[in-house]
Nanobody, 121 residues
Framework: QVQLVESGGAAVQAGESLRLACTVS????????MAWFRQAPGKQRELVAR???????KYEAFVEGRFTISRDDATSTVYLQMDNLKPDDTGIYYC???????????????WGPGTQVTVSS
C-alpha cells in the first residue's frame, strides 16, 4: 500500500521560509524519482521540483534559487526547503513519484492529503 504524508505547511509572511516534509512508504520511495507539486485555488496541480533516486535535482523556473529539494534515504522522506516565499507560492503542496499518477480515478489513492502553505503580503 502506497502512503505519502506531507507536513510542515503554515501561514507565513512574504519573505519568510518553510520546510516541508513528506514521508513515503519504503518501496515506493526506493523505486521512484520524487517530486513536489502544488495546487493553487482554482488552478491545476503543477510540478515544483524533482529529485532522482541518485540525488539529481531540477526546479521549475518560478522557484529556481528559492526552493531546495532533498531526500533522506534512511527515513524515506522528501523535503522542500522554501525561502523568500511569495504570495504566489500559496497553495496545497503534495509530494509524489514522477511521473506522477493521475489525480483522479485510479490514481487518486496514490496521493497524500497535502499540506497548506499560505503566504501573505
Amino acid at each position: 500500500q502506497v502512503q505519502l504524508v506531507e507536513s510542515g505547511g503554515a501561514a507565513v509572511q512574504a519573505g519568510e521560509s518553510l520546510r516541508l516534509a513528506c514521508t513515503v512508504s519504503r518501496s515506493y520511495y526506493n523505486n521512484n524519482d520524487m517530486a513536489w507539486f502544488r495546487q493553487a485555488p482554482g488552478k491545476q496541480r503543477e510540478l515544483v521540483a524533482r529529485i532522482t533516486t541518485s540525488g539529481e535535482v531540477k526546479y521549475e523556473a518560478f522557484v529556481e534559487g528559492r526552493f531546495t529539494i532533498s531526500r533522506d534515504d534512511a527515513t524515506s522522506t522528501v523535503y522542500l526547503q522554501m525561502d523568500n516565499l511569495k504570495p504566489d507560492d500559496t497553495g496545497i503542496y503534495y509530494c509524489n513519484a514522477i511521473p506522477a499518477p493521475p489525480t483522479s480515478g485510479w490514481g487518486a489513492r496514490y496521493w497524500g492529503p497535502g499540506t497548506q502553505v499560505t503566504v501573505s503580503s
